[in-house]
Nanobody, 126 residues
Framework: QVQLVESGGGLVQAGGSLRLSCAAS????????MGWFRQAPGKEREFVAS????????DYADSVKGRFTISRDNAKNTVLLQMNSLRPEDTAVYYC???????????????????WGQGTQVTVSS
């Protein structure tokens, strides 16, 4: 089991950047695949980005590809989401998630993830 806490959300102008951080507790963090999801008001939670346990493989939603970058530092038990060229449609609560059994690949499936953070709000104004 791993506990996750997101931080770094806030208000930013369109075209700006934010960096989200997910701090994990647990000695087995490095064995988990990690992902970022987001949920806007009235919408389903959707996949944003993911990274395998080694950090060697990543996956991105088409809507963020080329703008967002996911990375992890297993020594520091953290996963980051660098968000550039932000758009108003990126506005959502962003959640960090950890996948134990499928950590060897960057899953985009919500049901592959075992643990979730509390979320951090990202608001992009036009």
């Amino acid at each position: 089991q791993v506990q996750l806490v997101e931080s770094g959300g806030g208000l930013v102008q369109a075209g700006g950047s934010l960096r989200l951080s997910c701090a994990a507790s647990g000695r087995t963090f490095s064995s988990y695949g990690m992902g970022w999801f987001r949920q806007a008001p009235g919408k389903e939670r959707e996949f944003v980005a993911s990274v395998s346990w080694s950090g060697s493989s990543t996956d991105y939603a088409d809507s963020v590809k080329g703008r967002f970058t996911i990375s992890r530092d297993n020594a520091k038990n953290t996963v980051l989401l660098q968000m550039n060229s932000l758009r108003p449609e990126d506005t959502a609560v962003y959640y960090c998630a950890a996948a134990k059994e499928t950590g060897w690949y960057p899953s985009s499936r919500r049901y592959d993830y075992d643990s979730w953070g509390q979320g951090t709000q990202v608001t992009v104004s036009s």
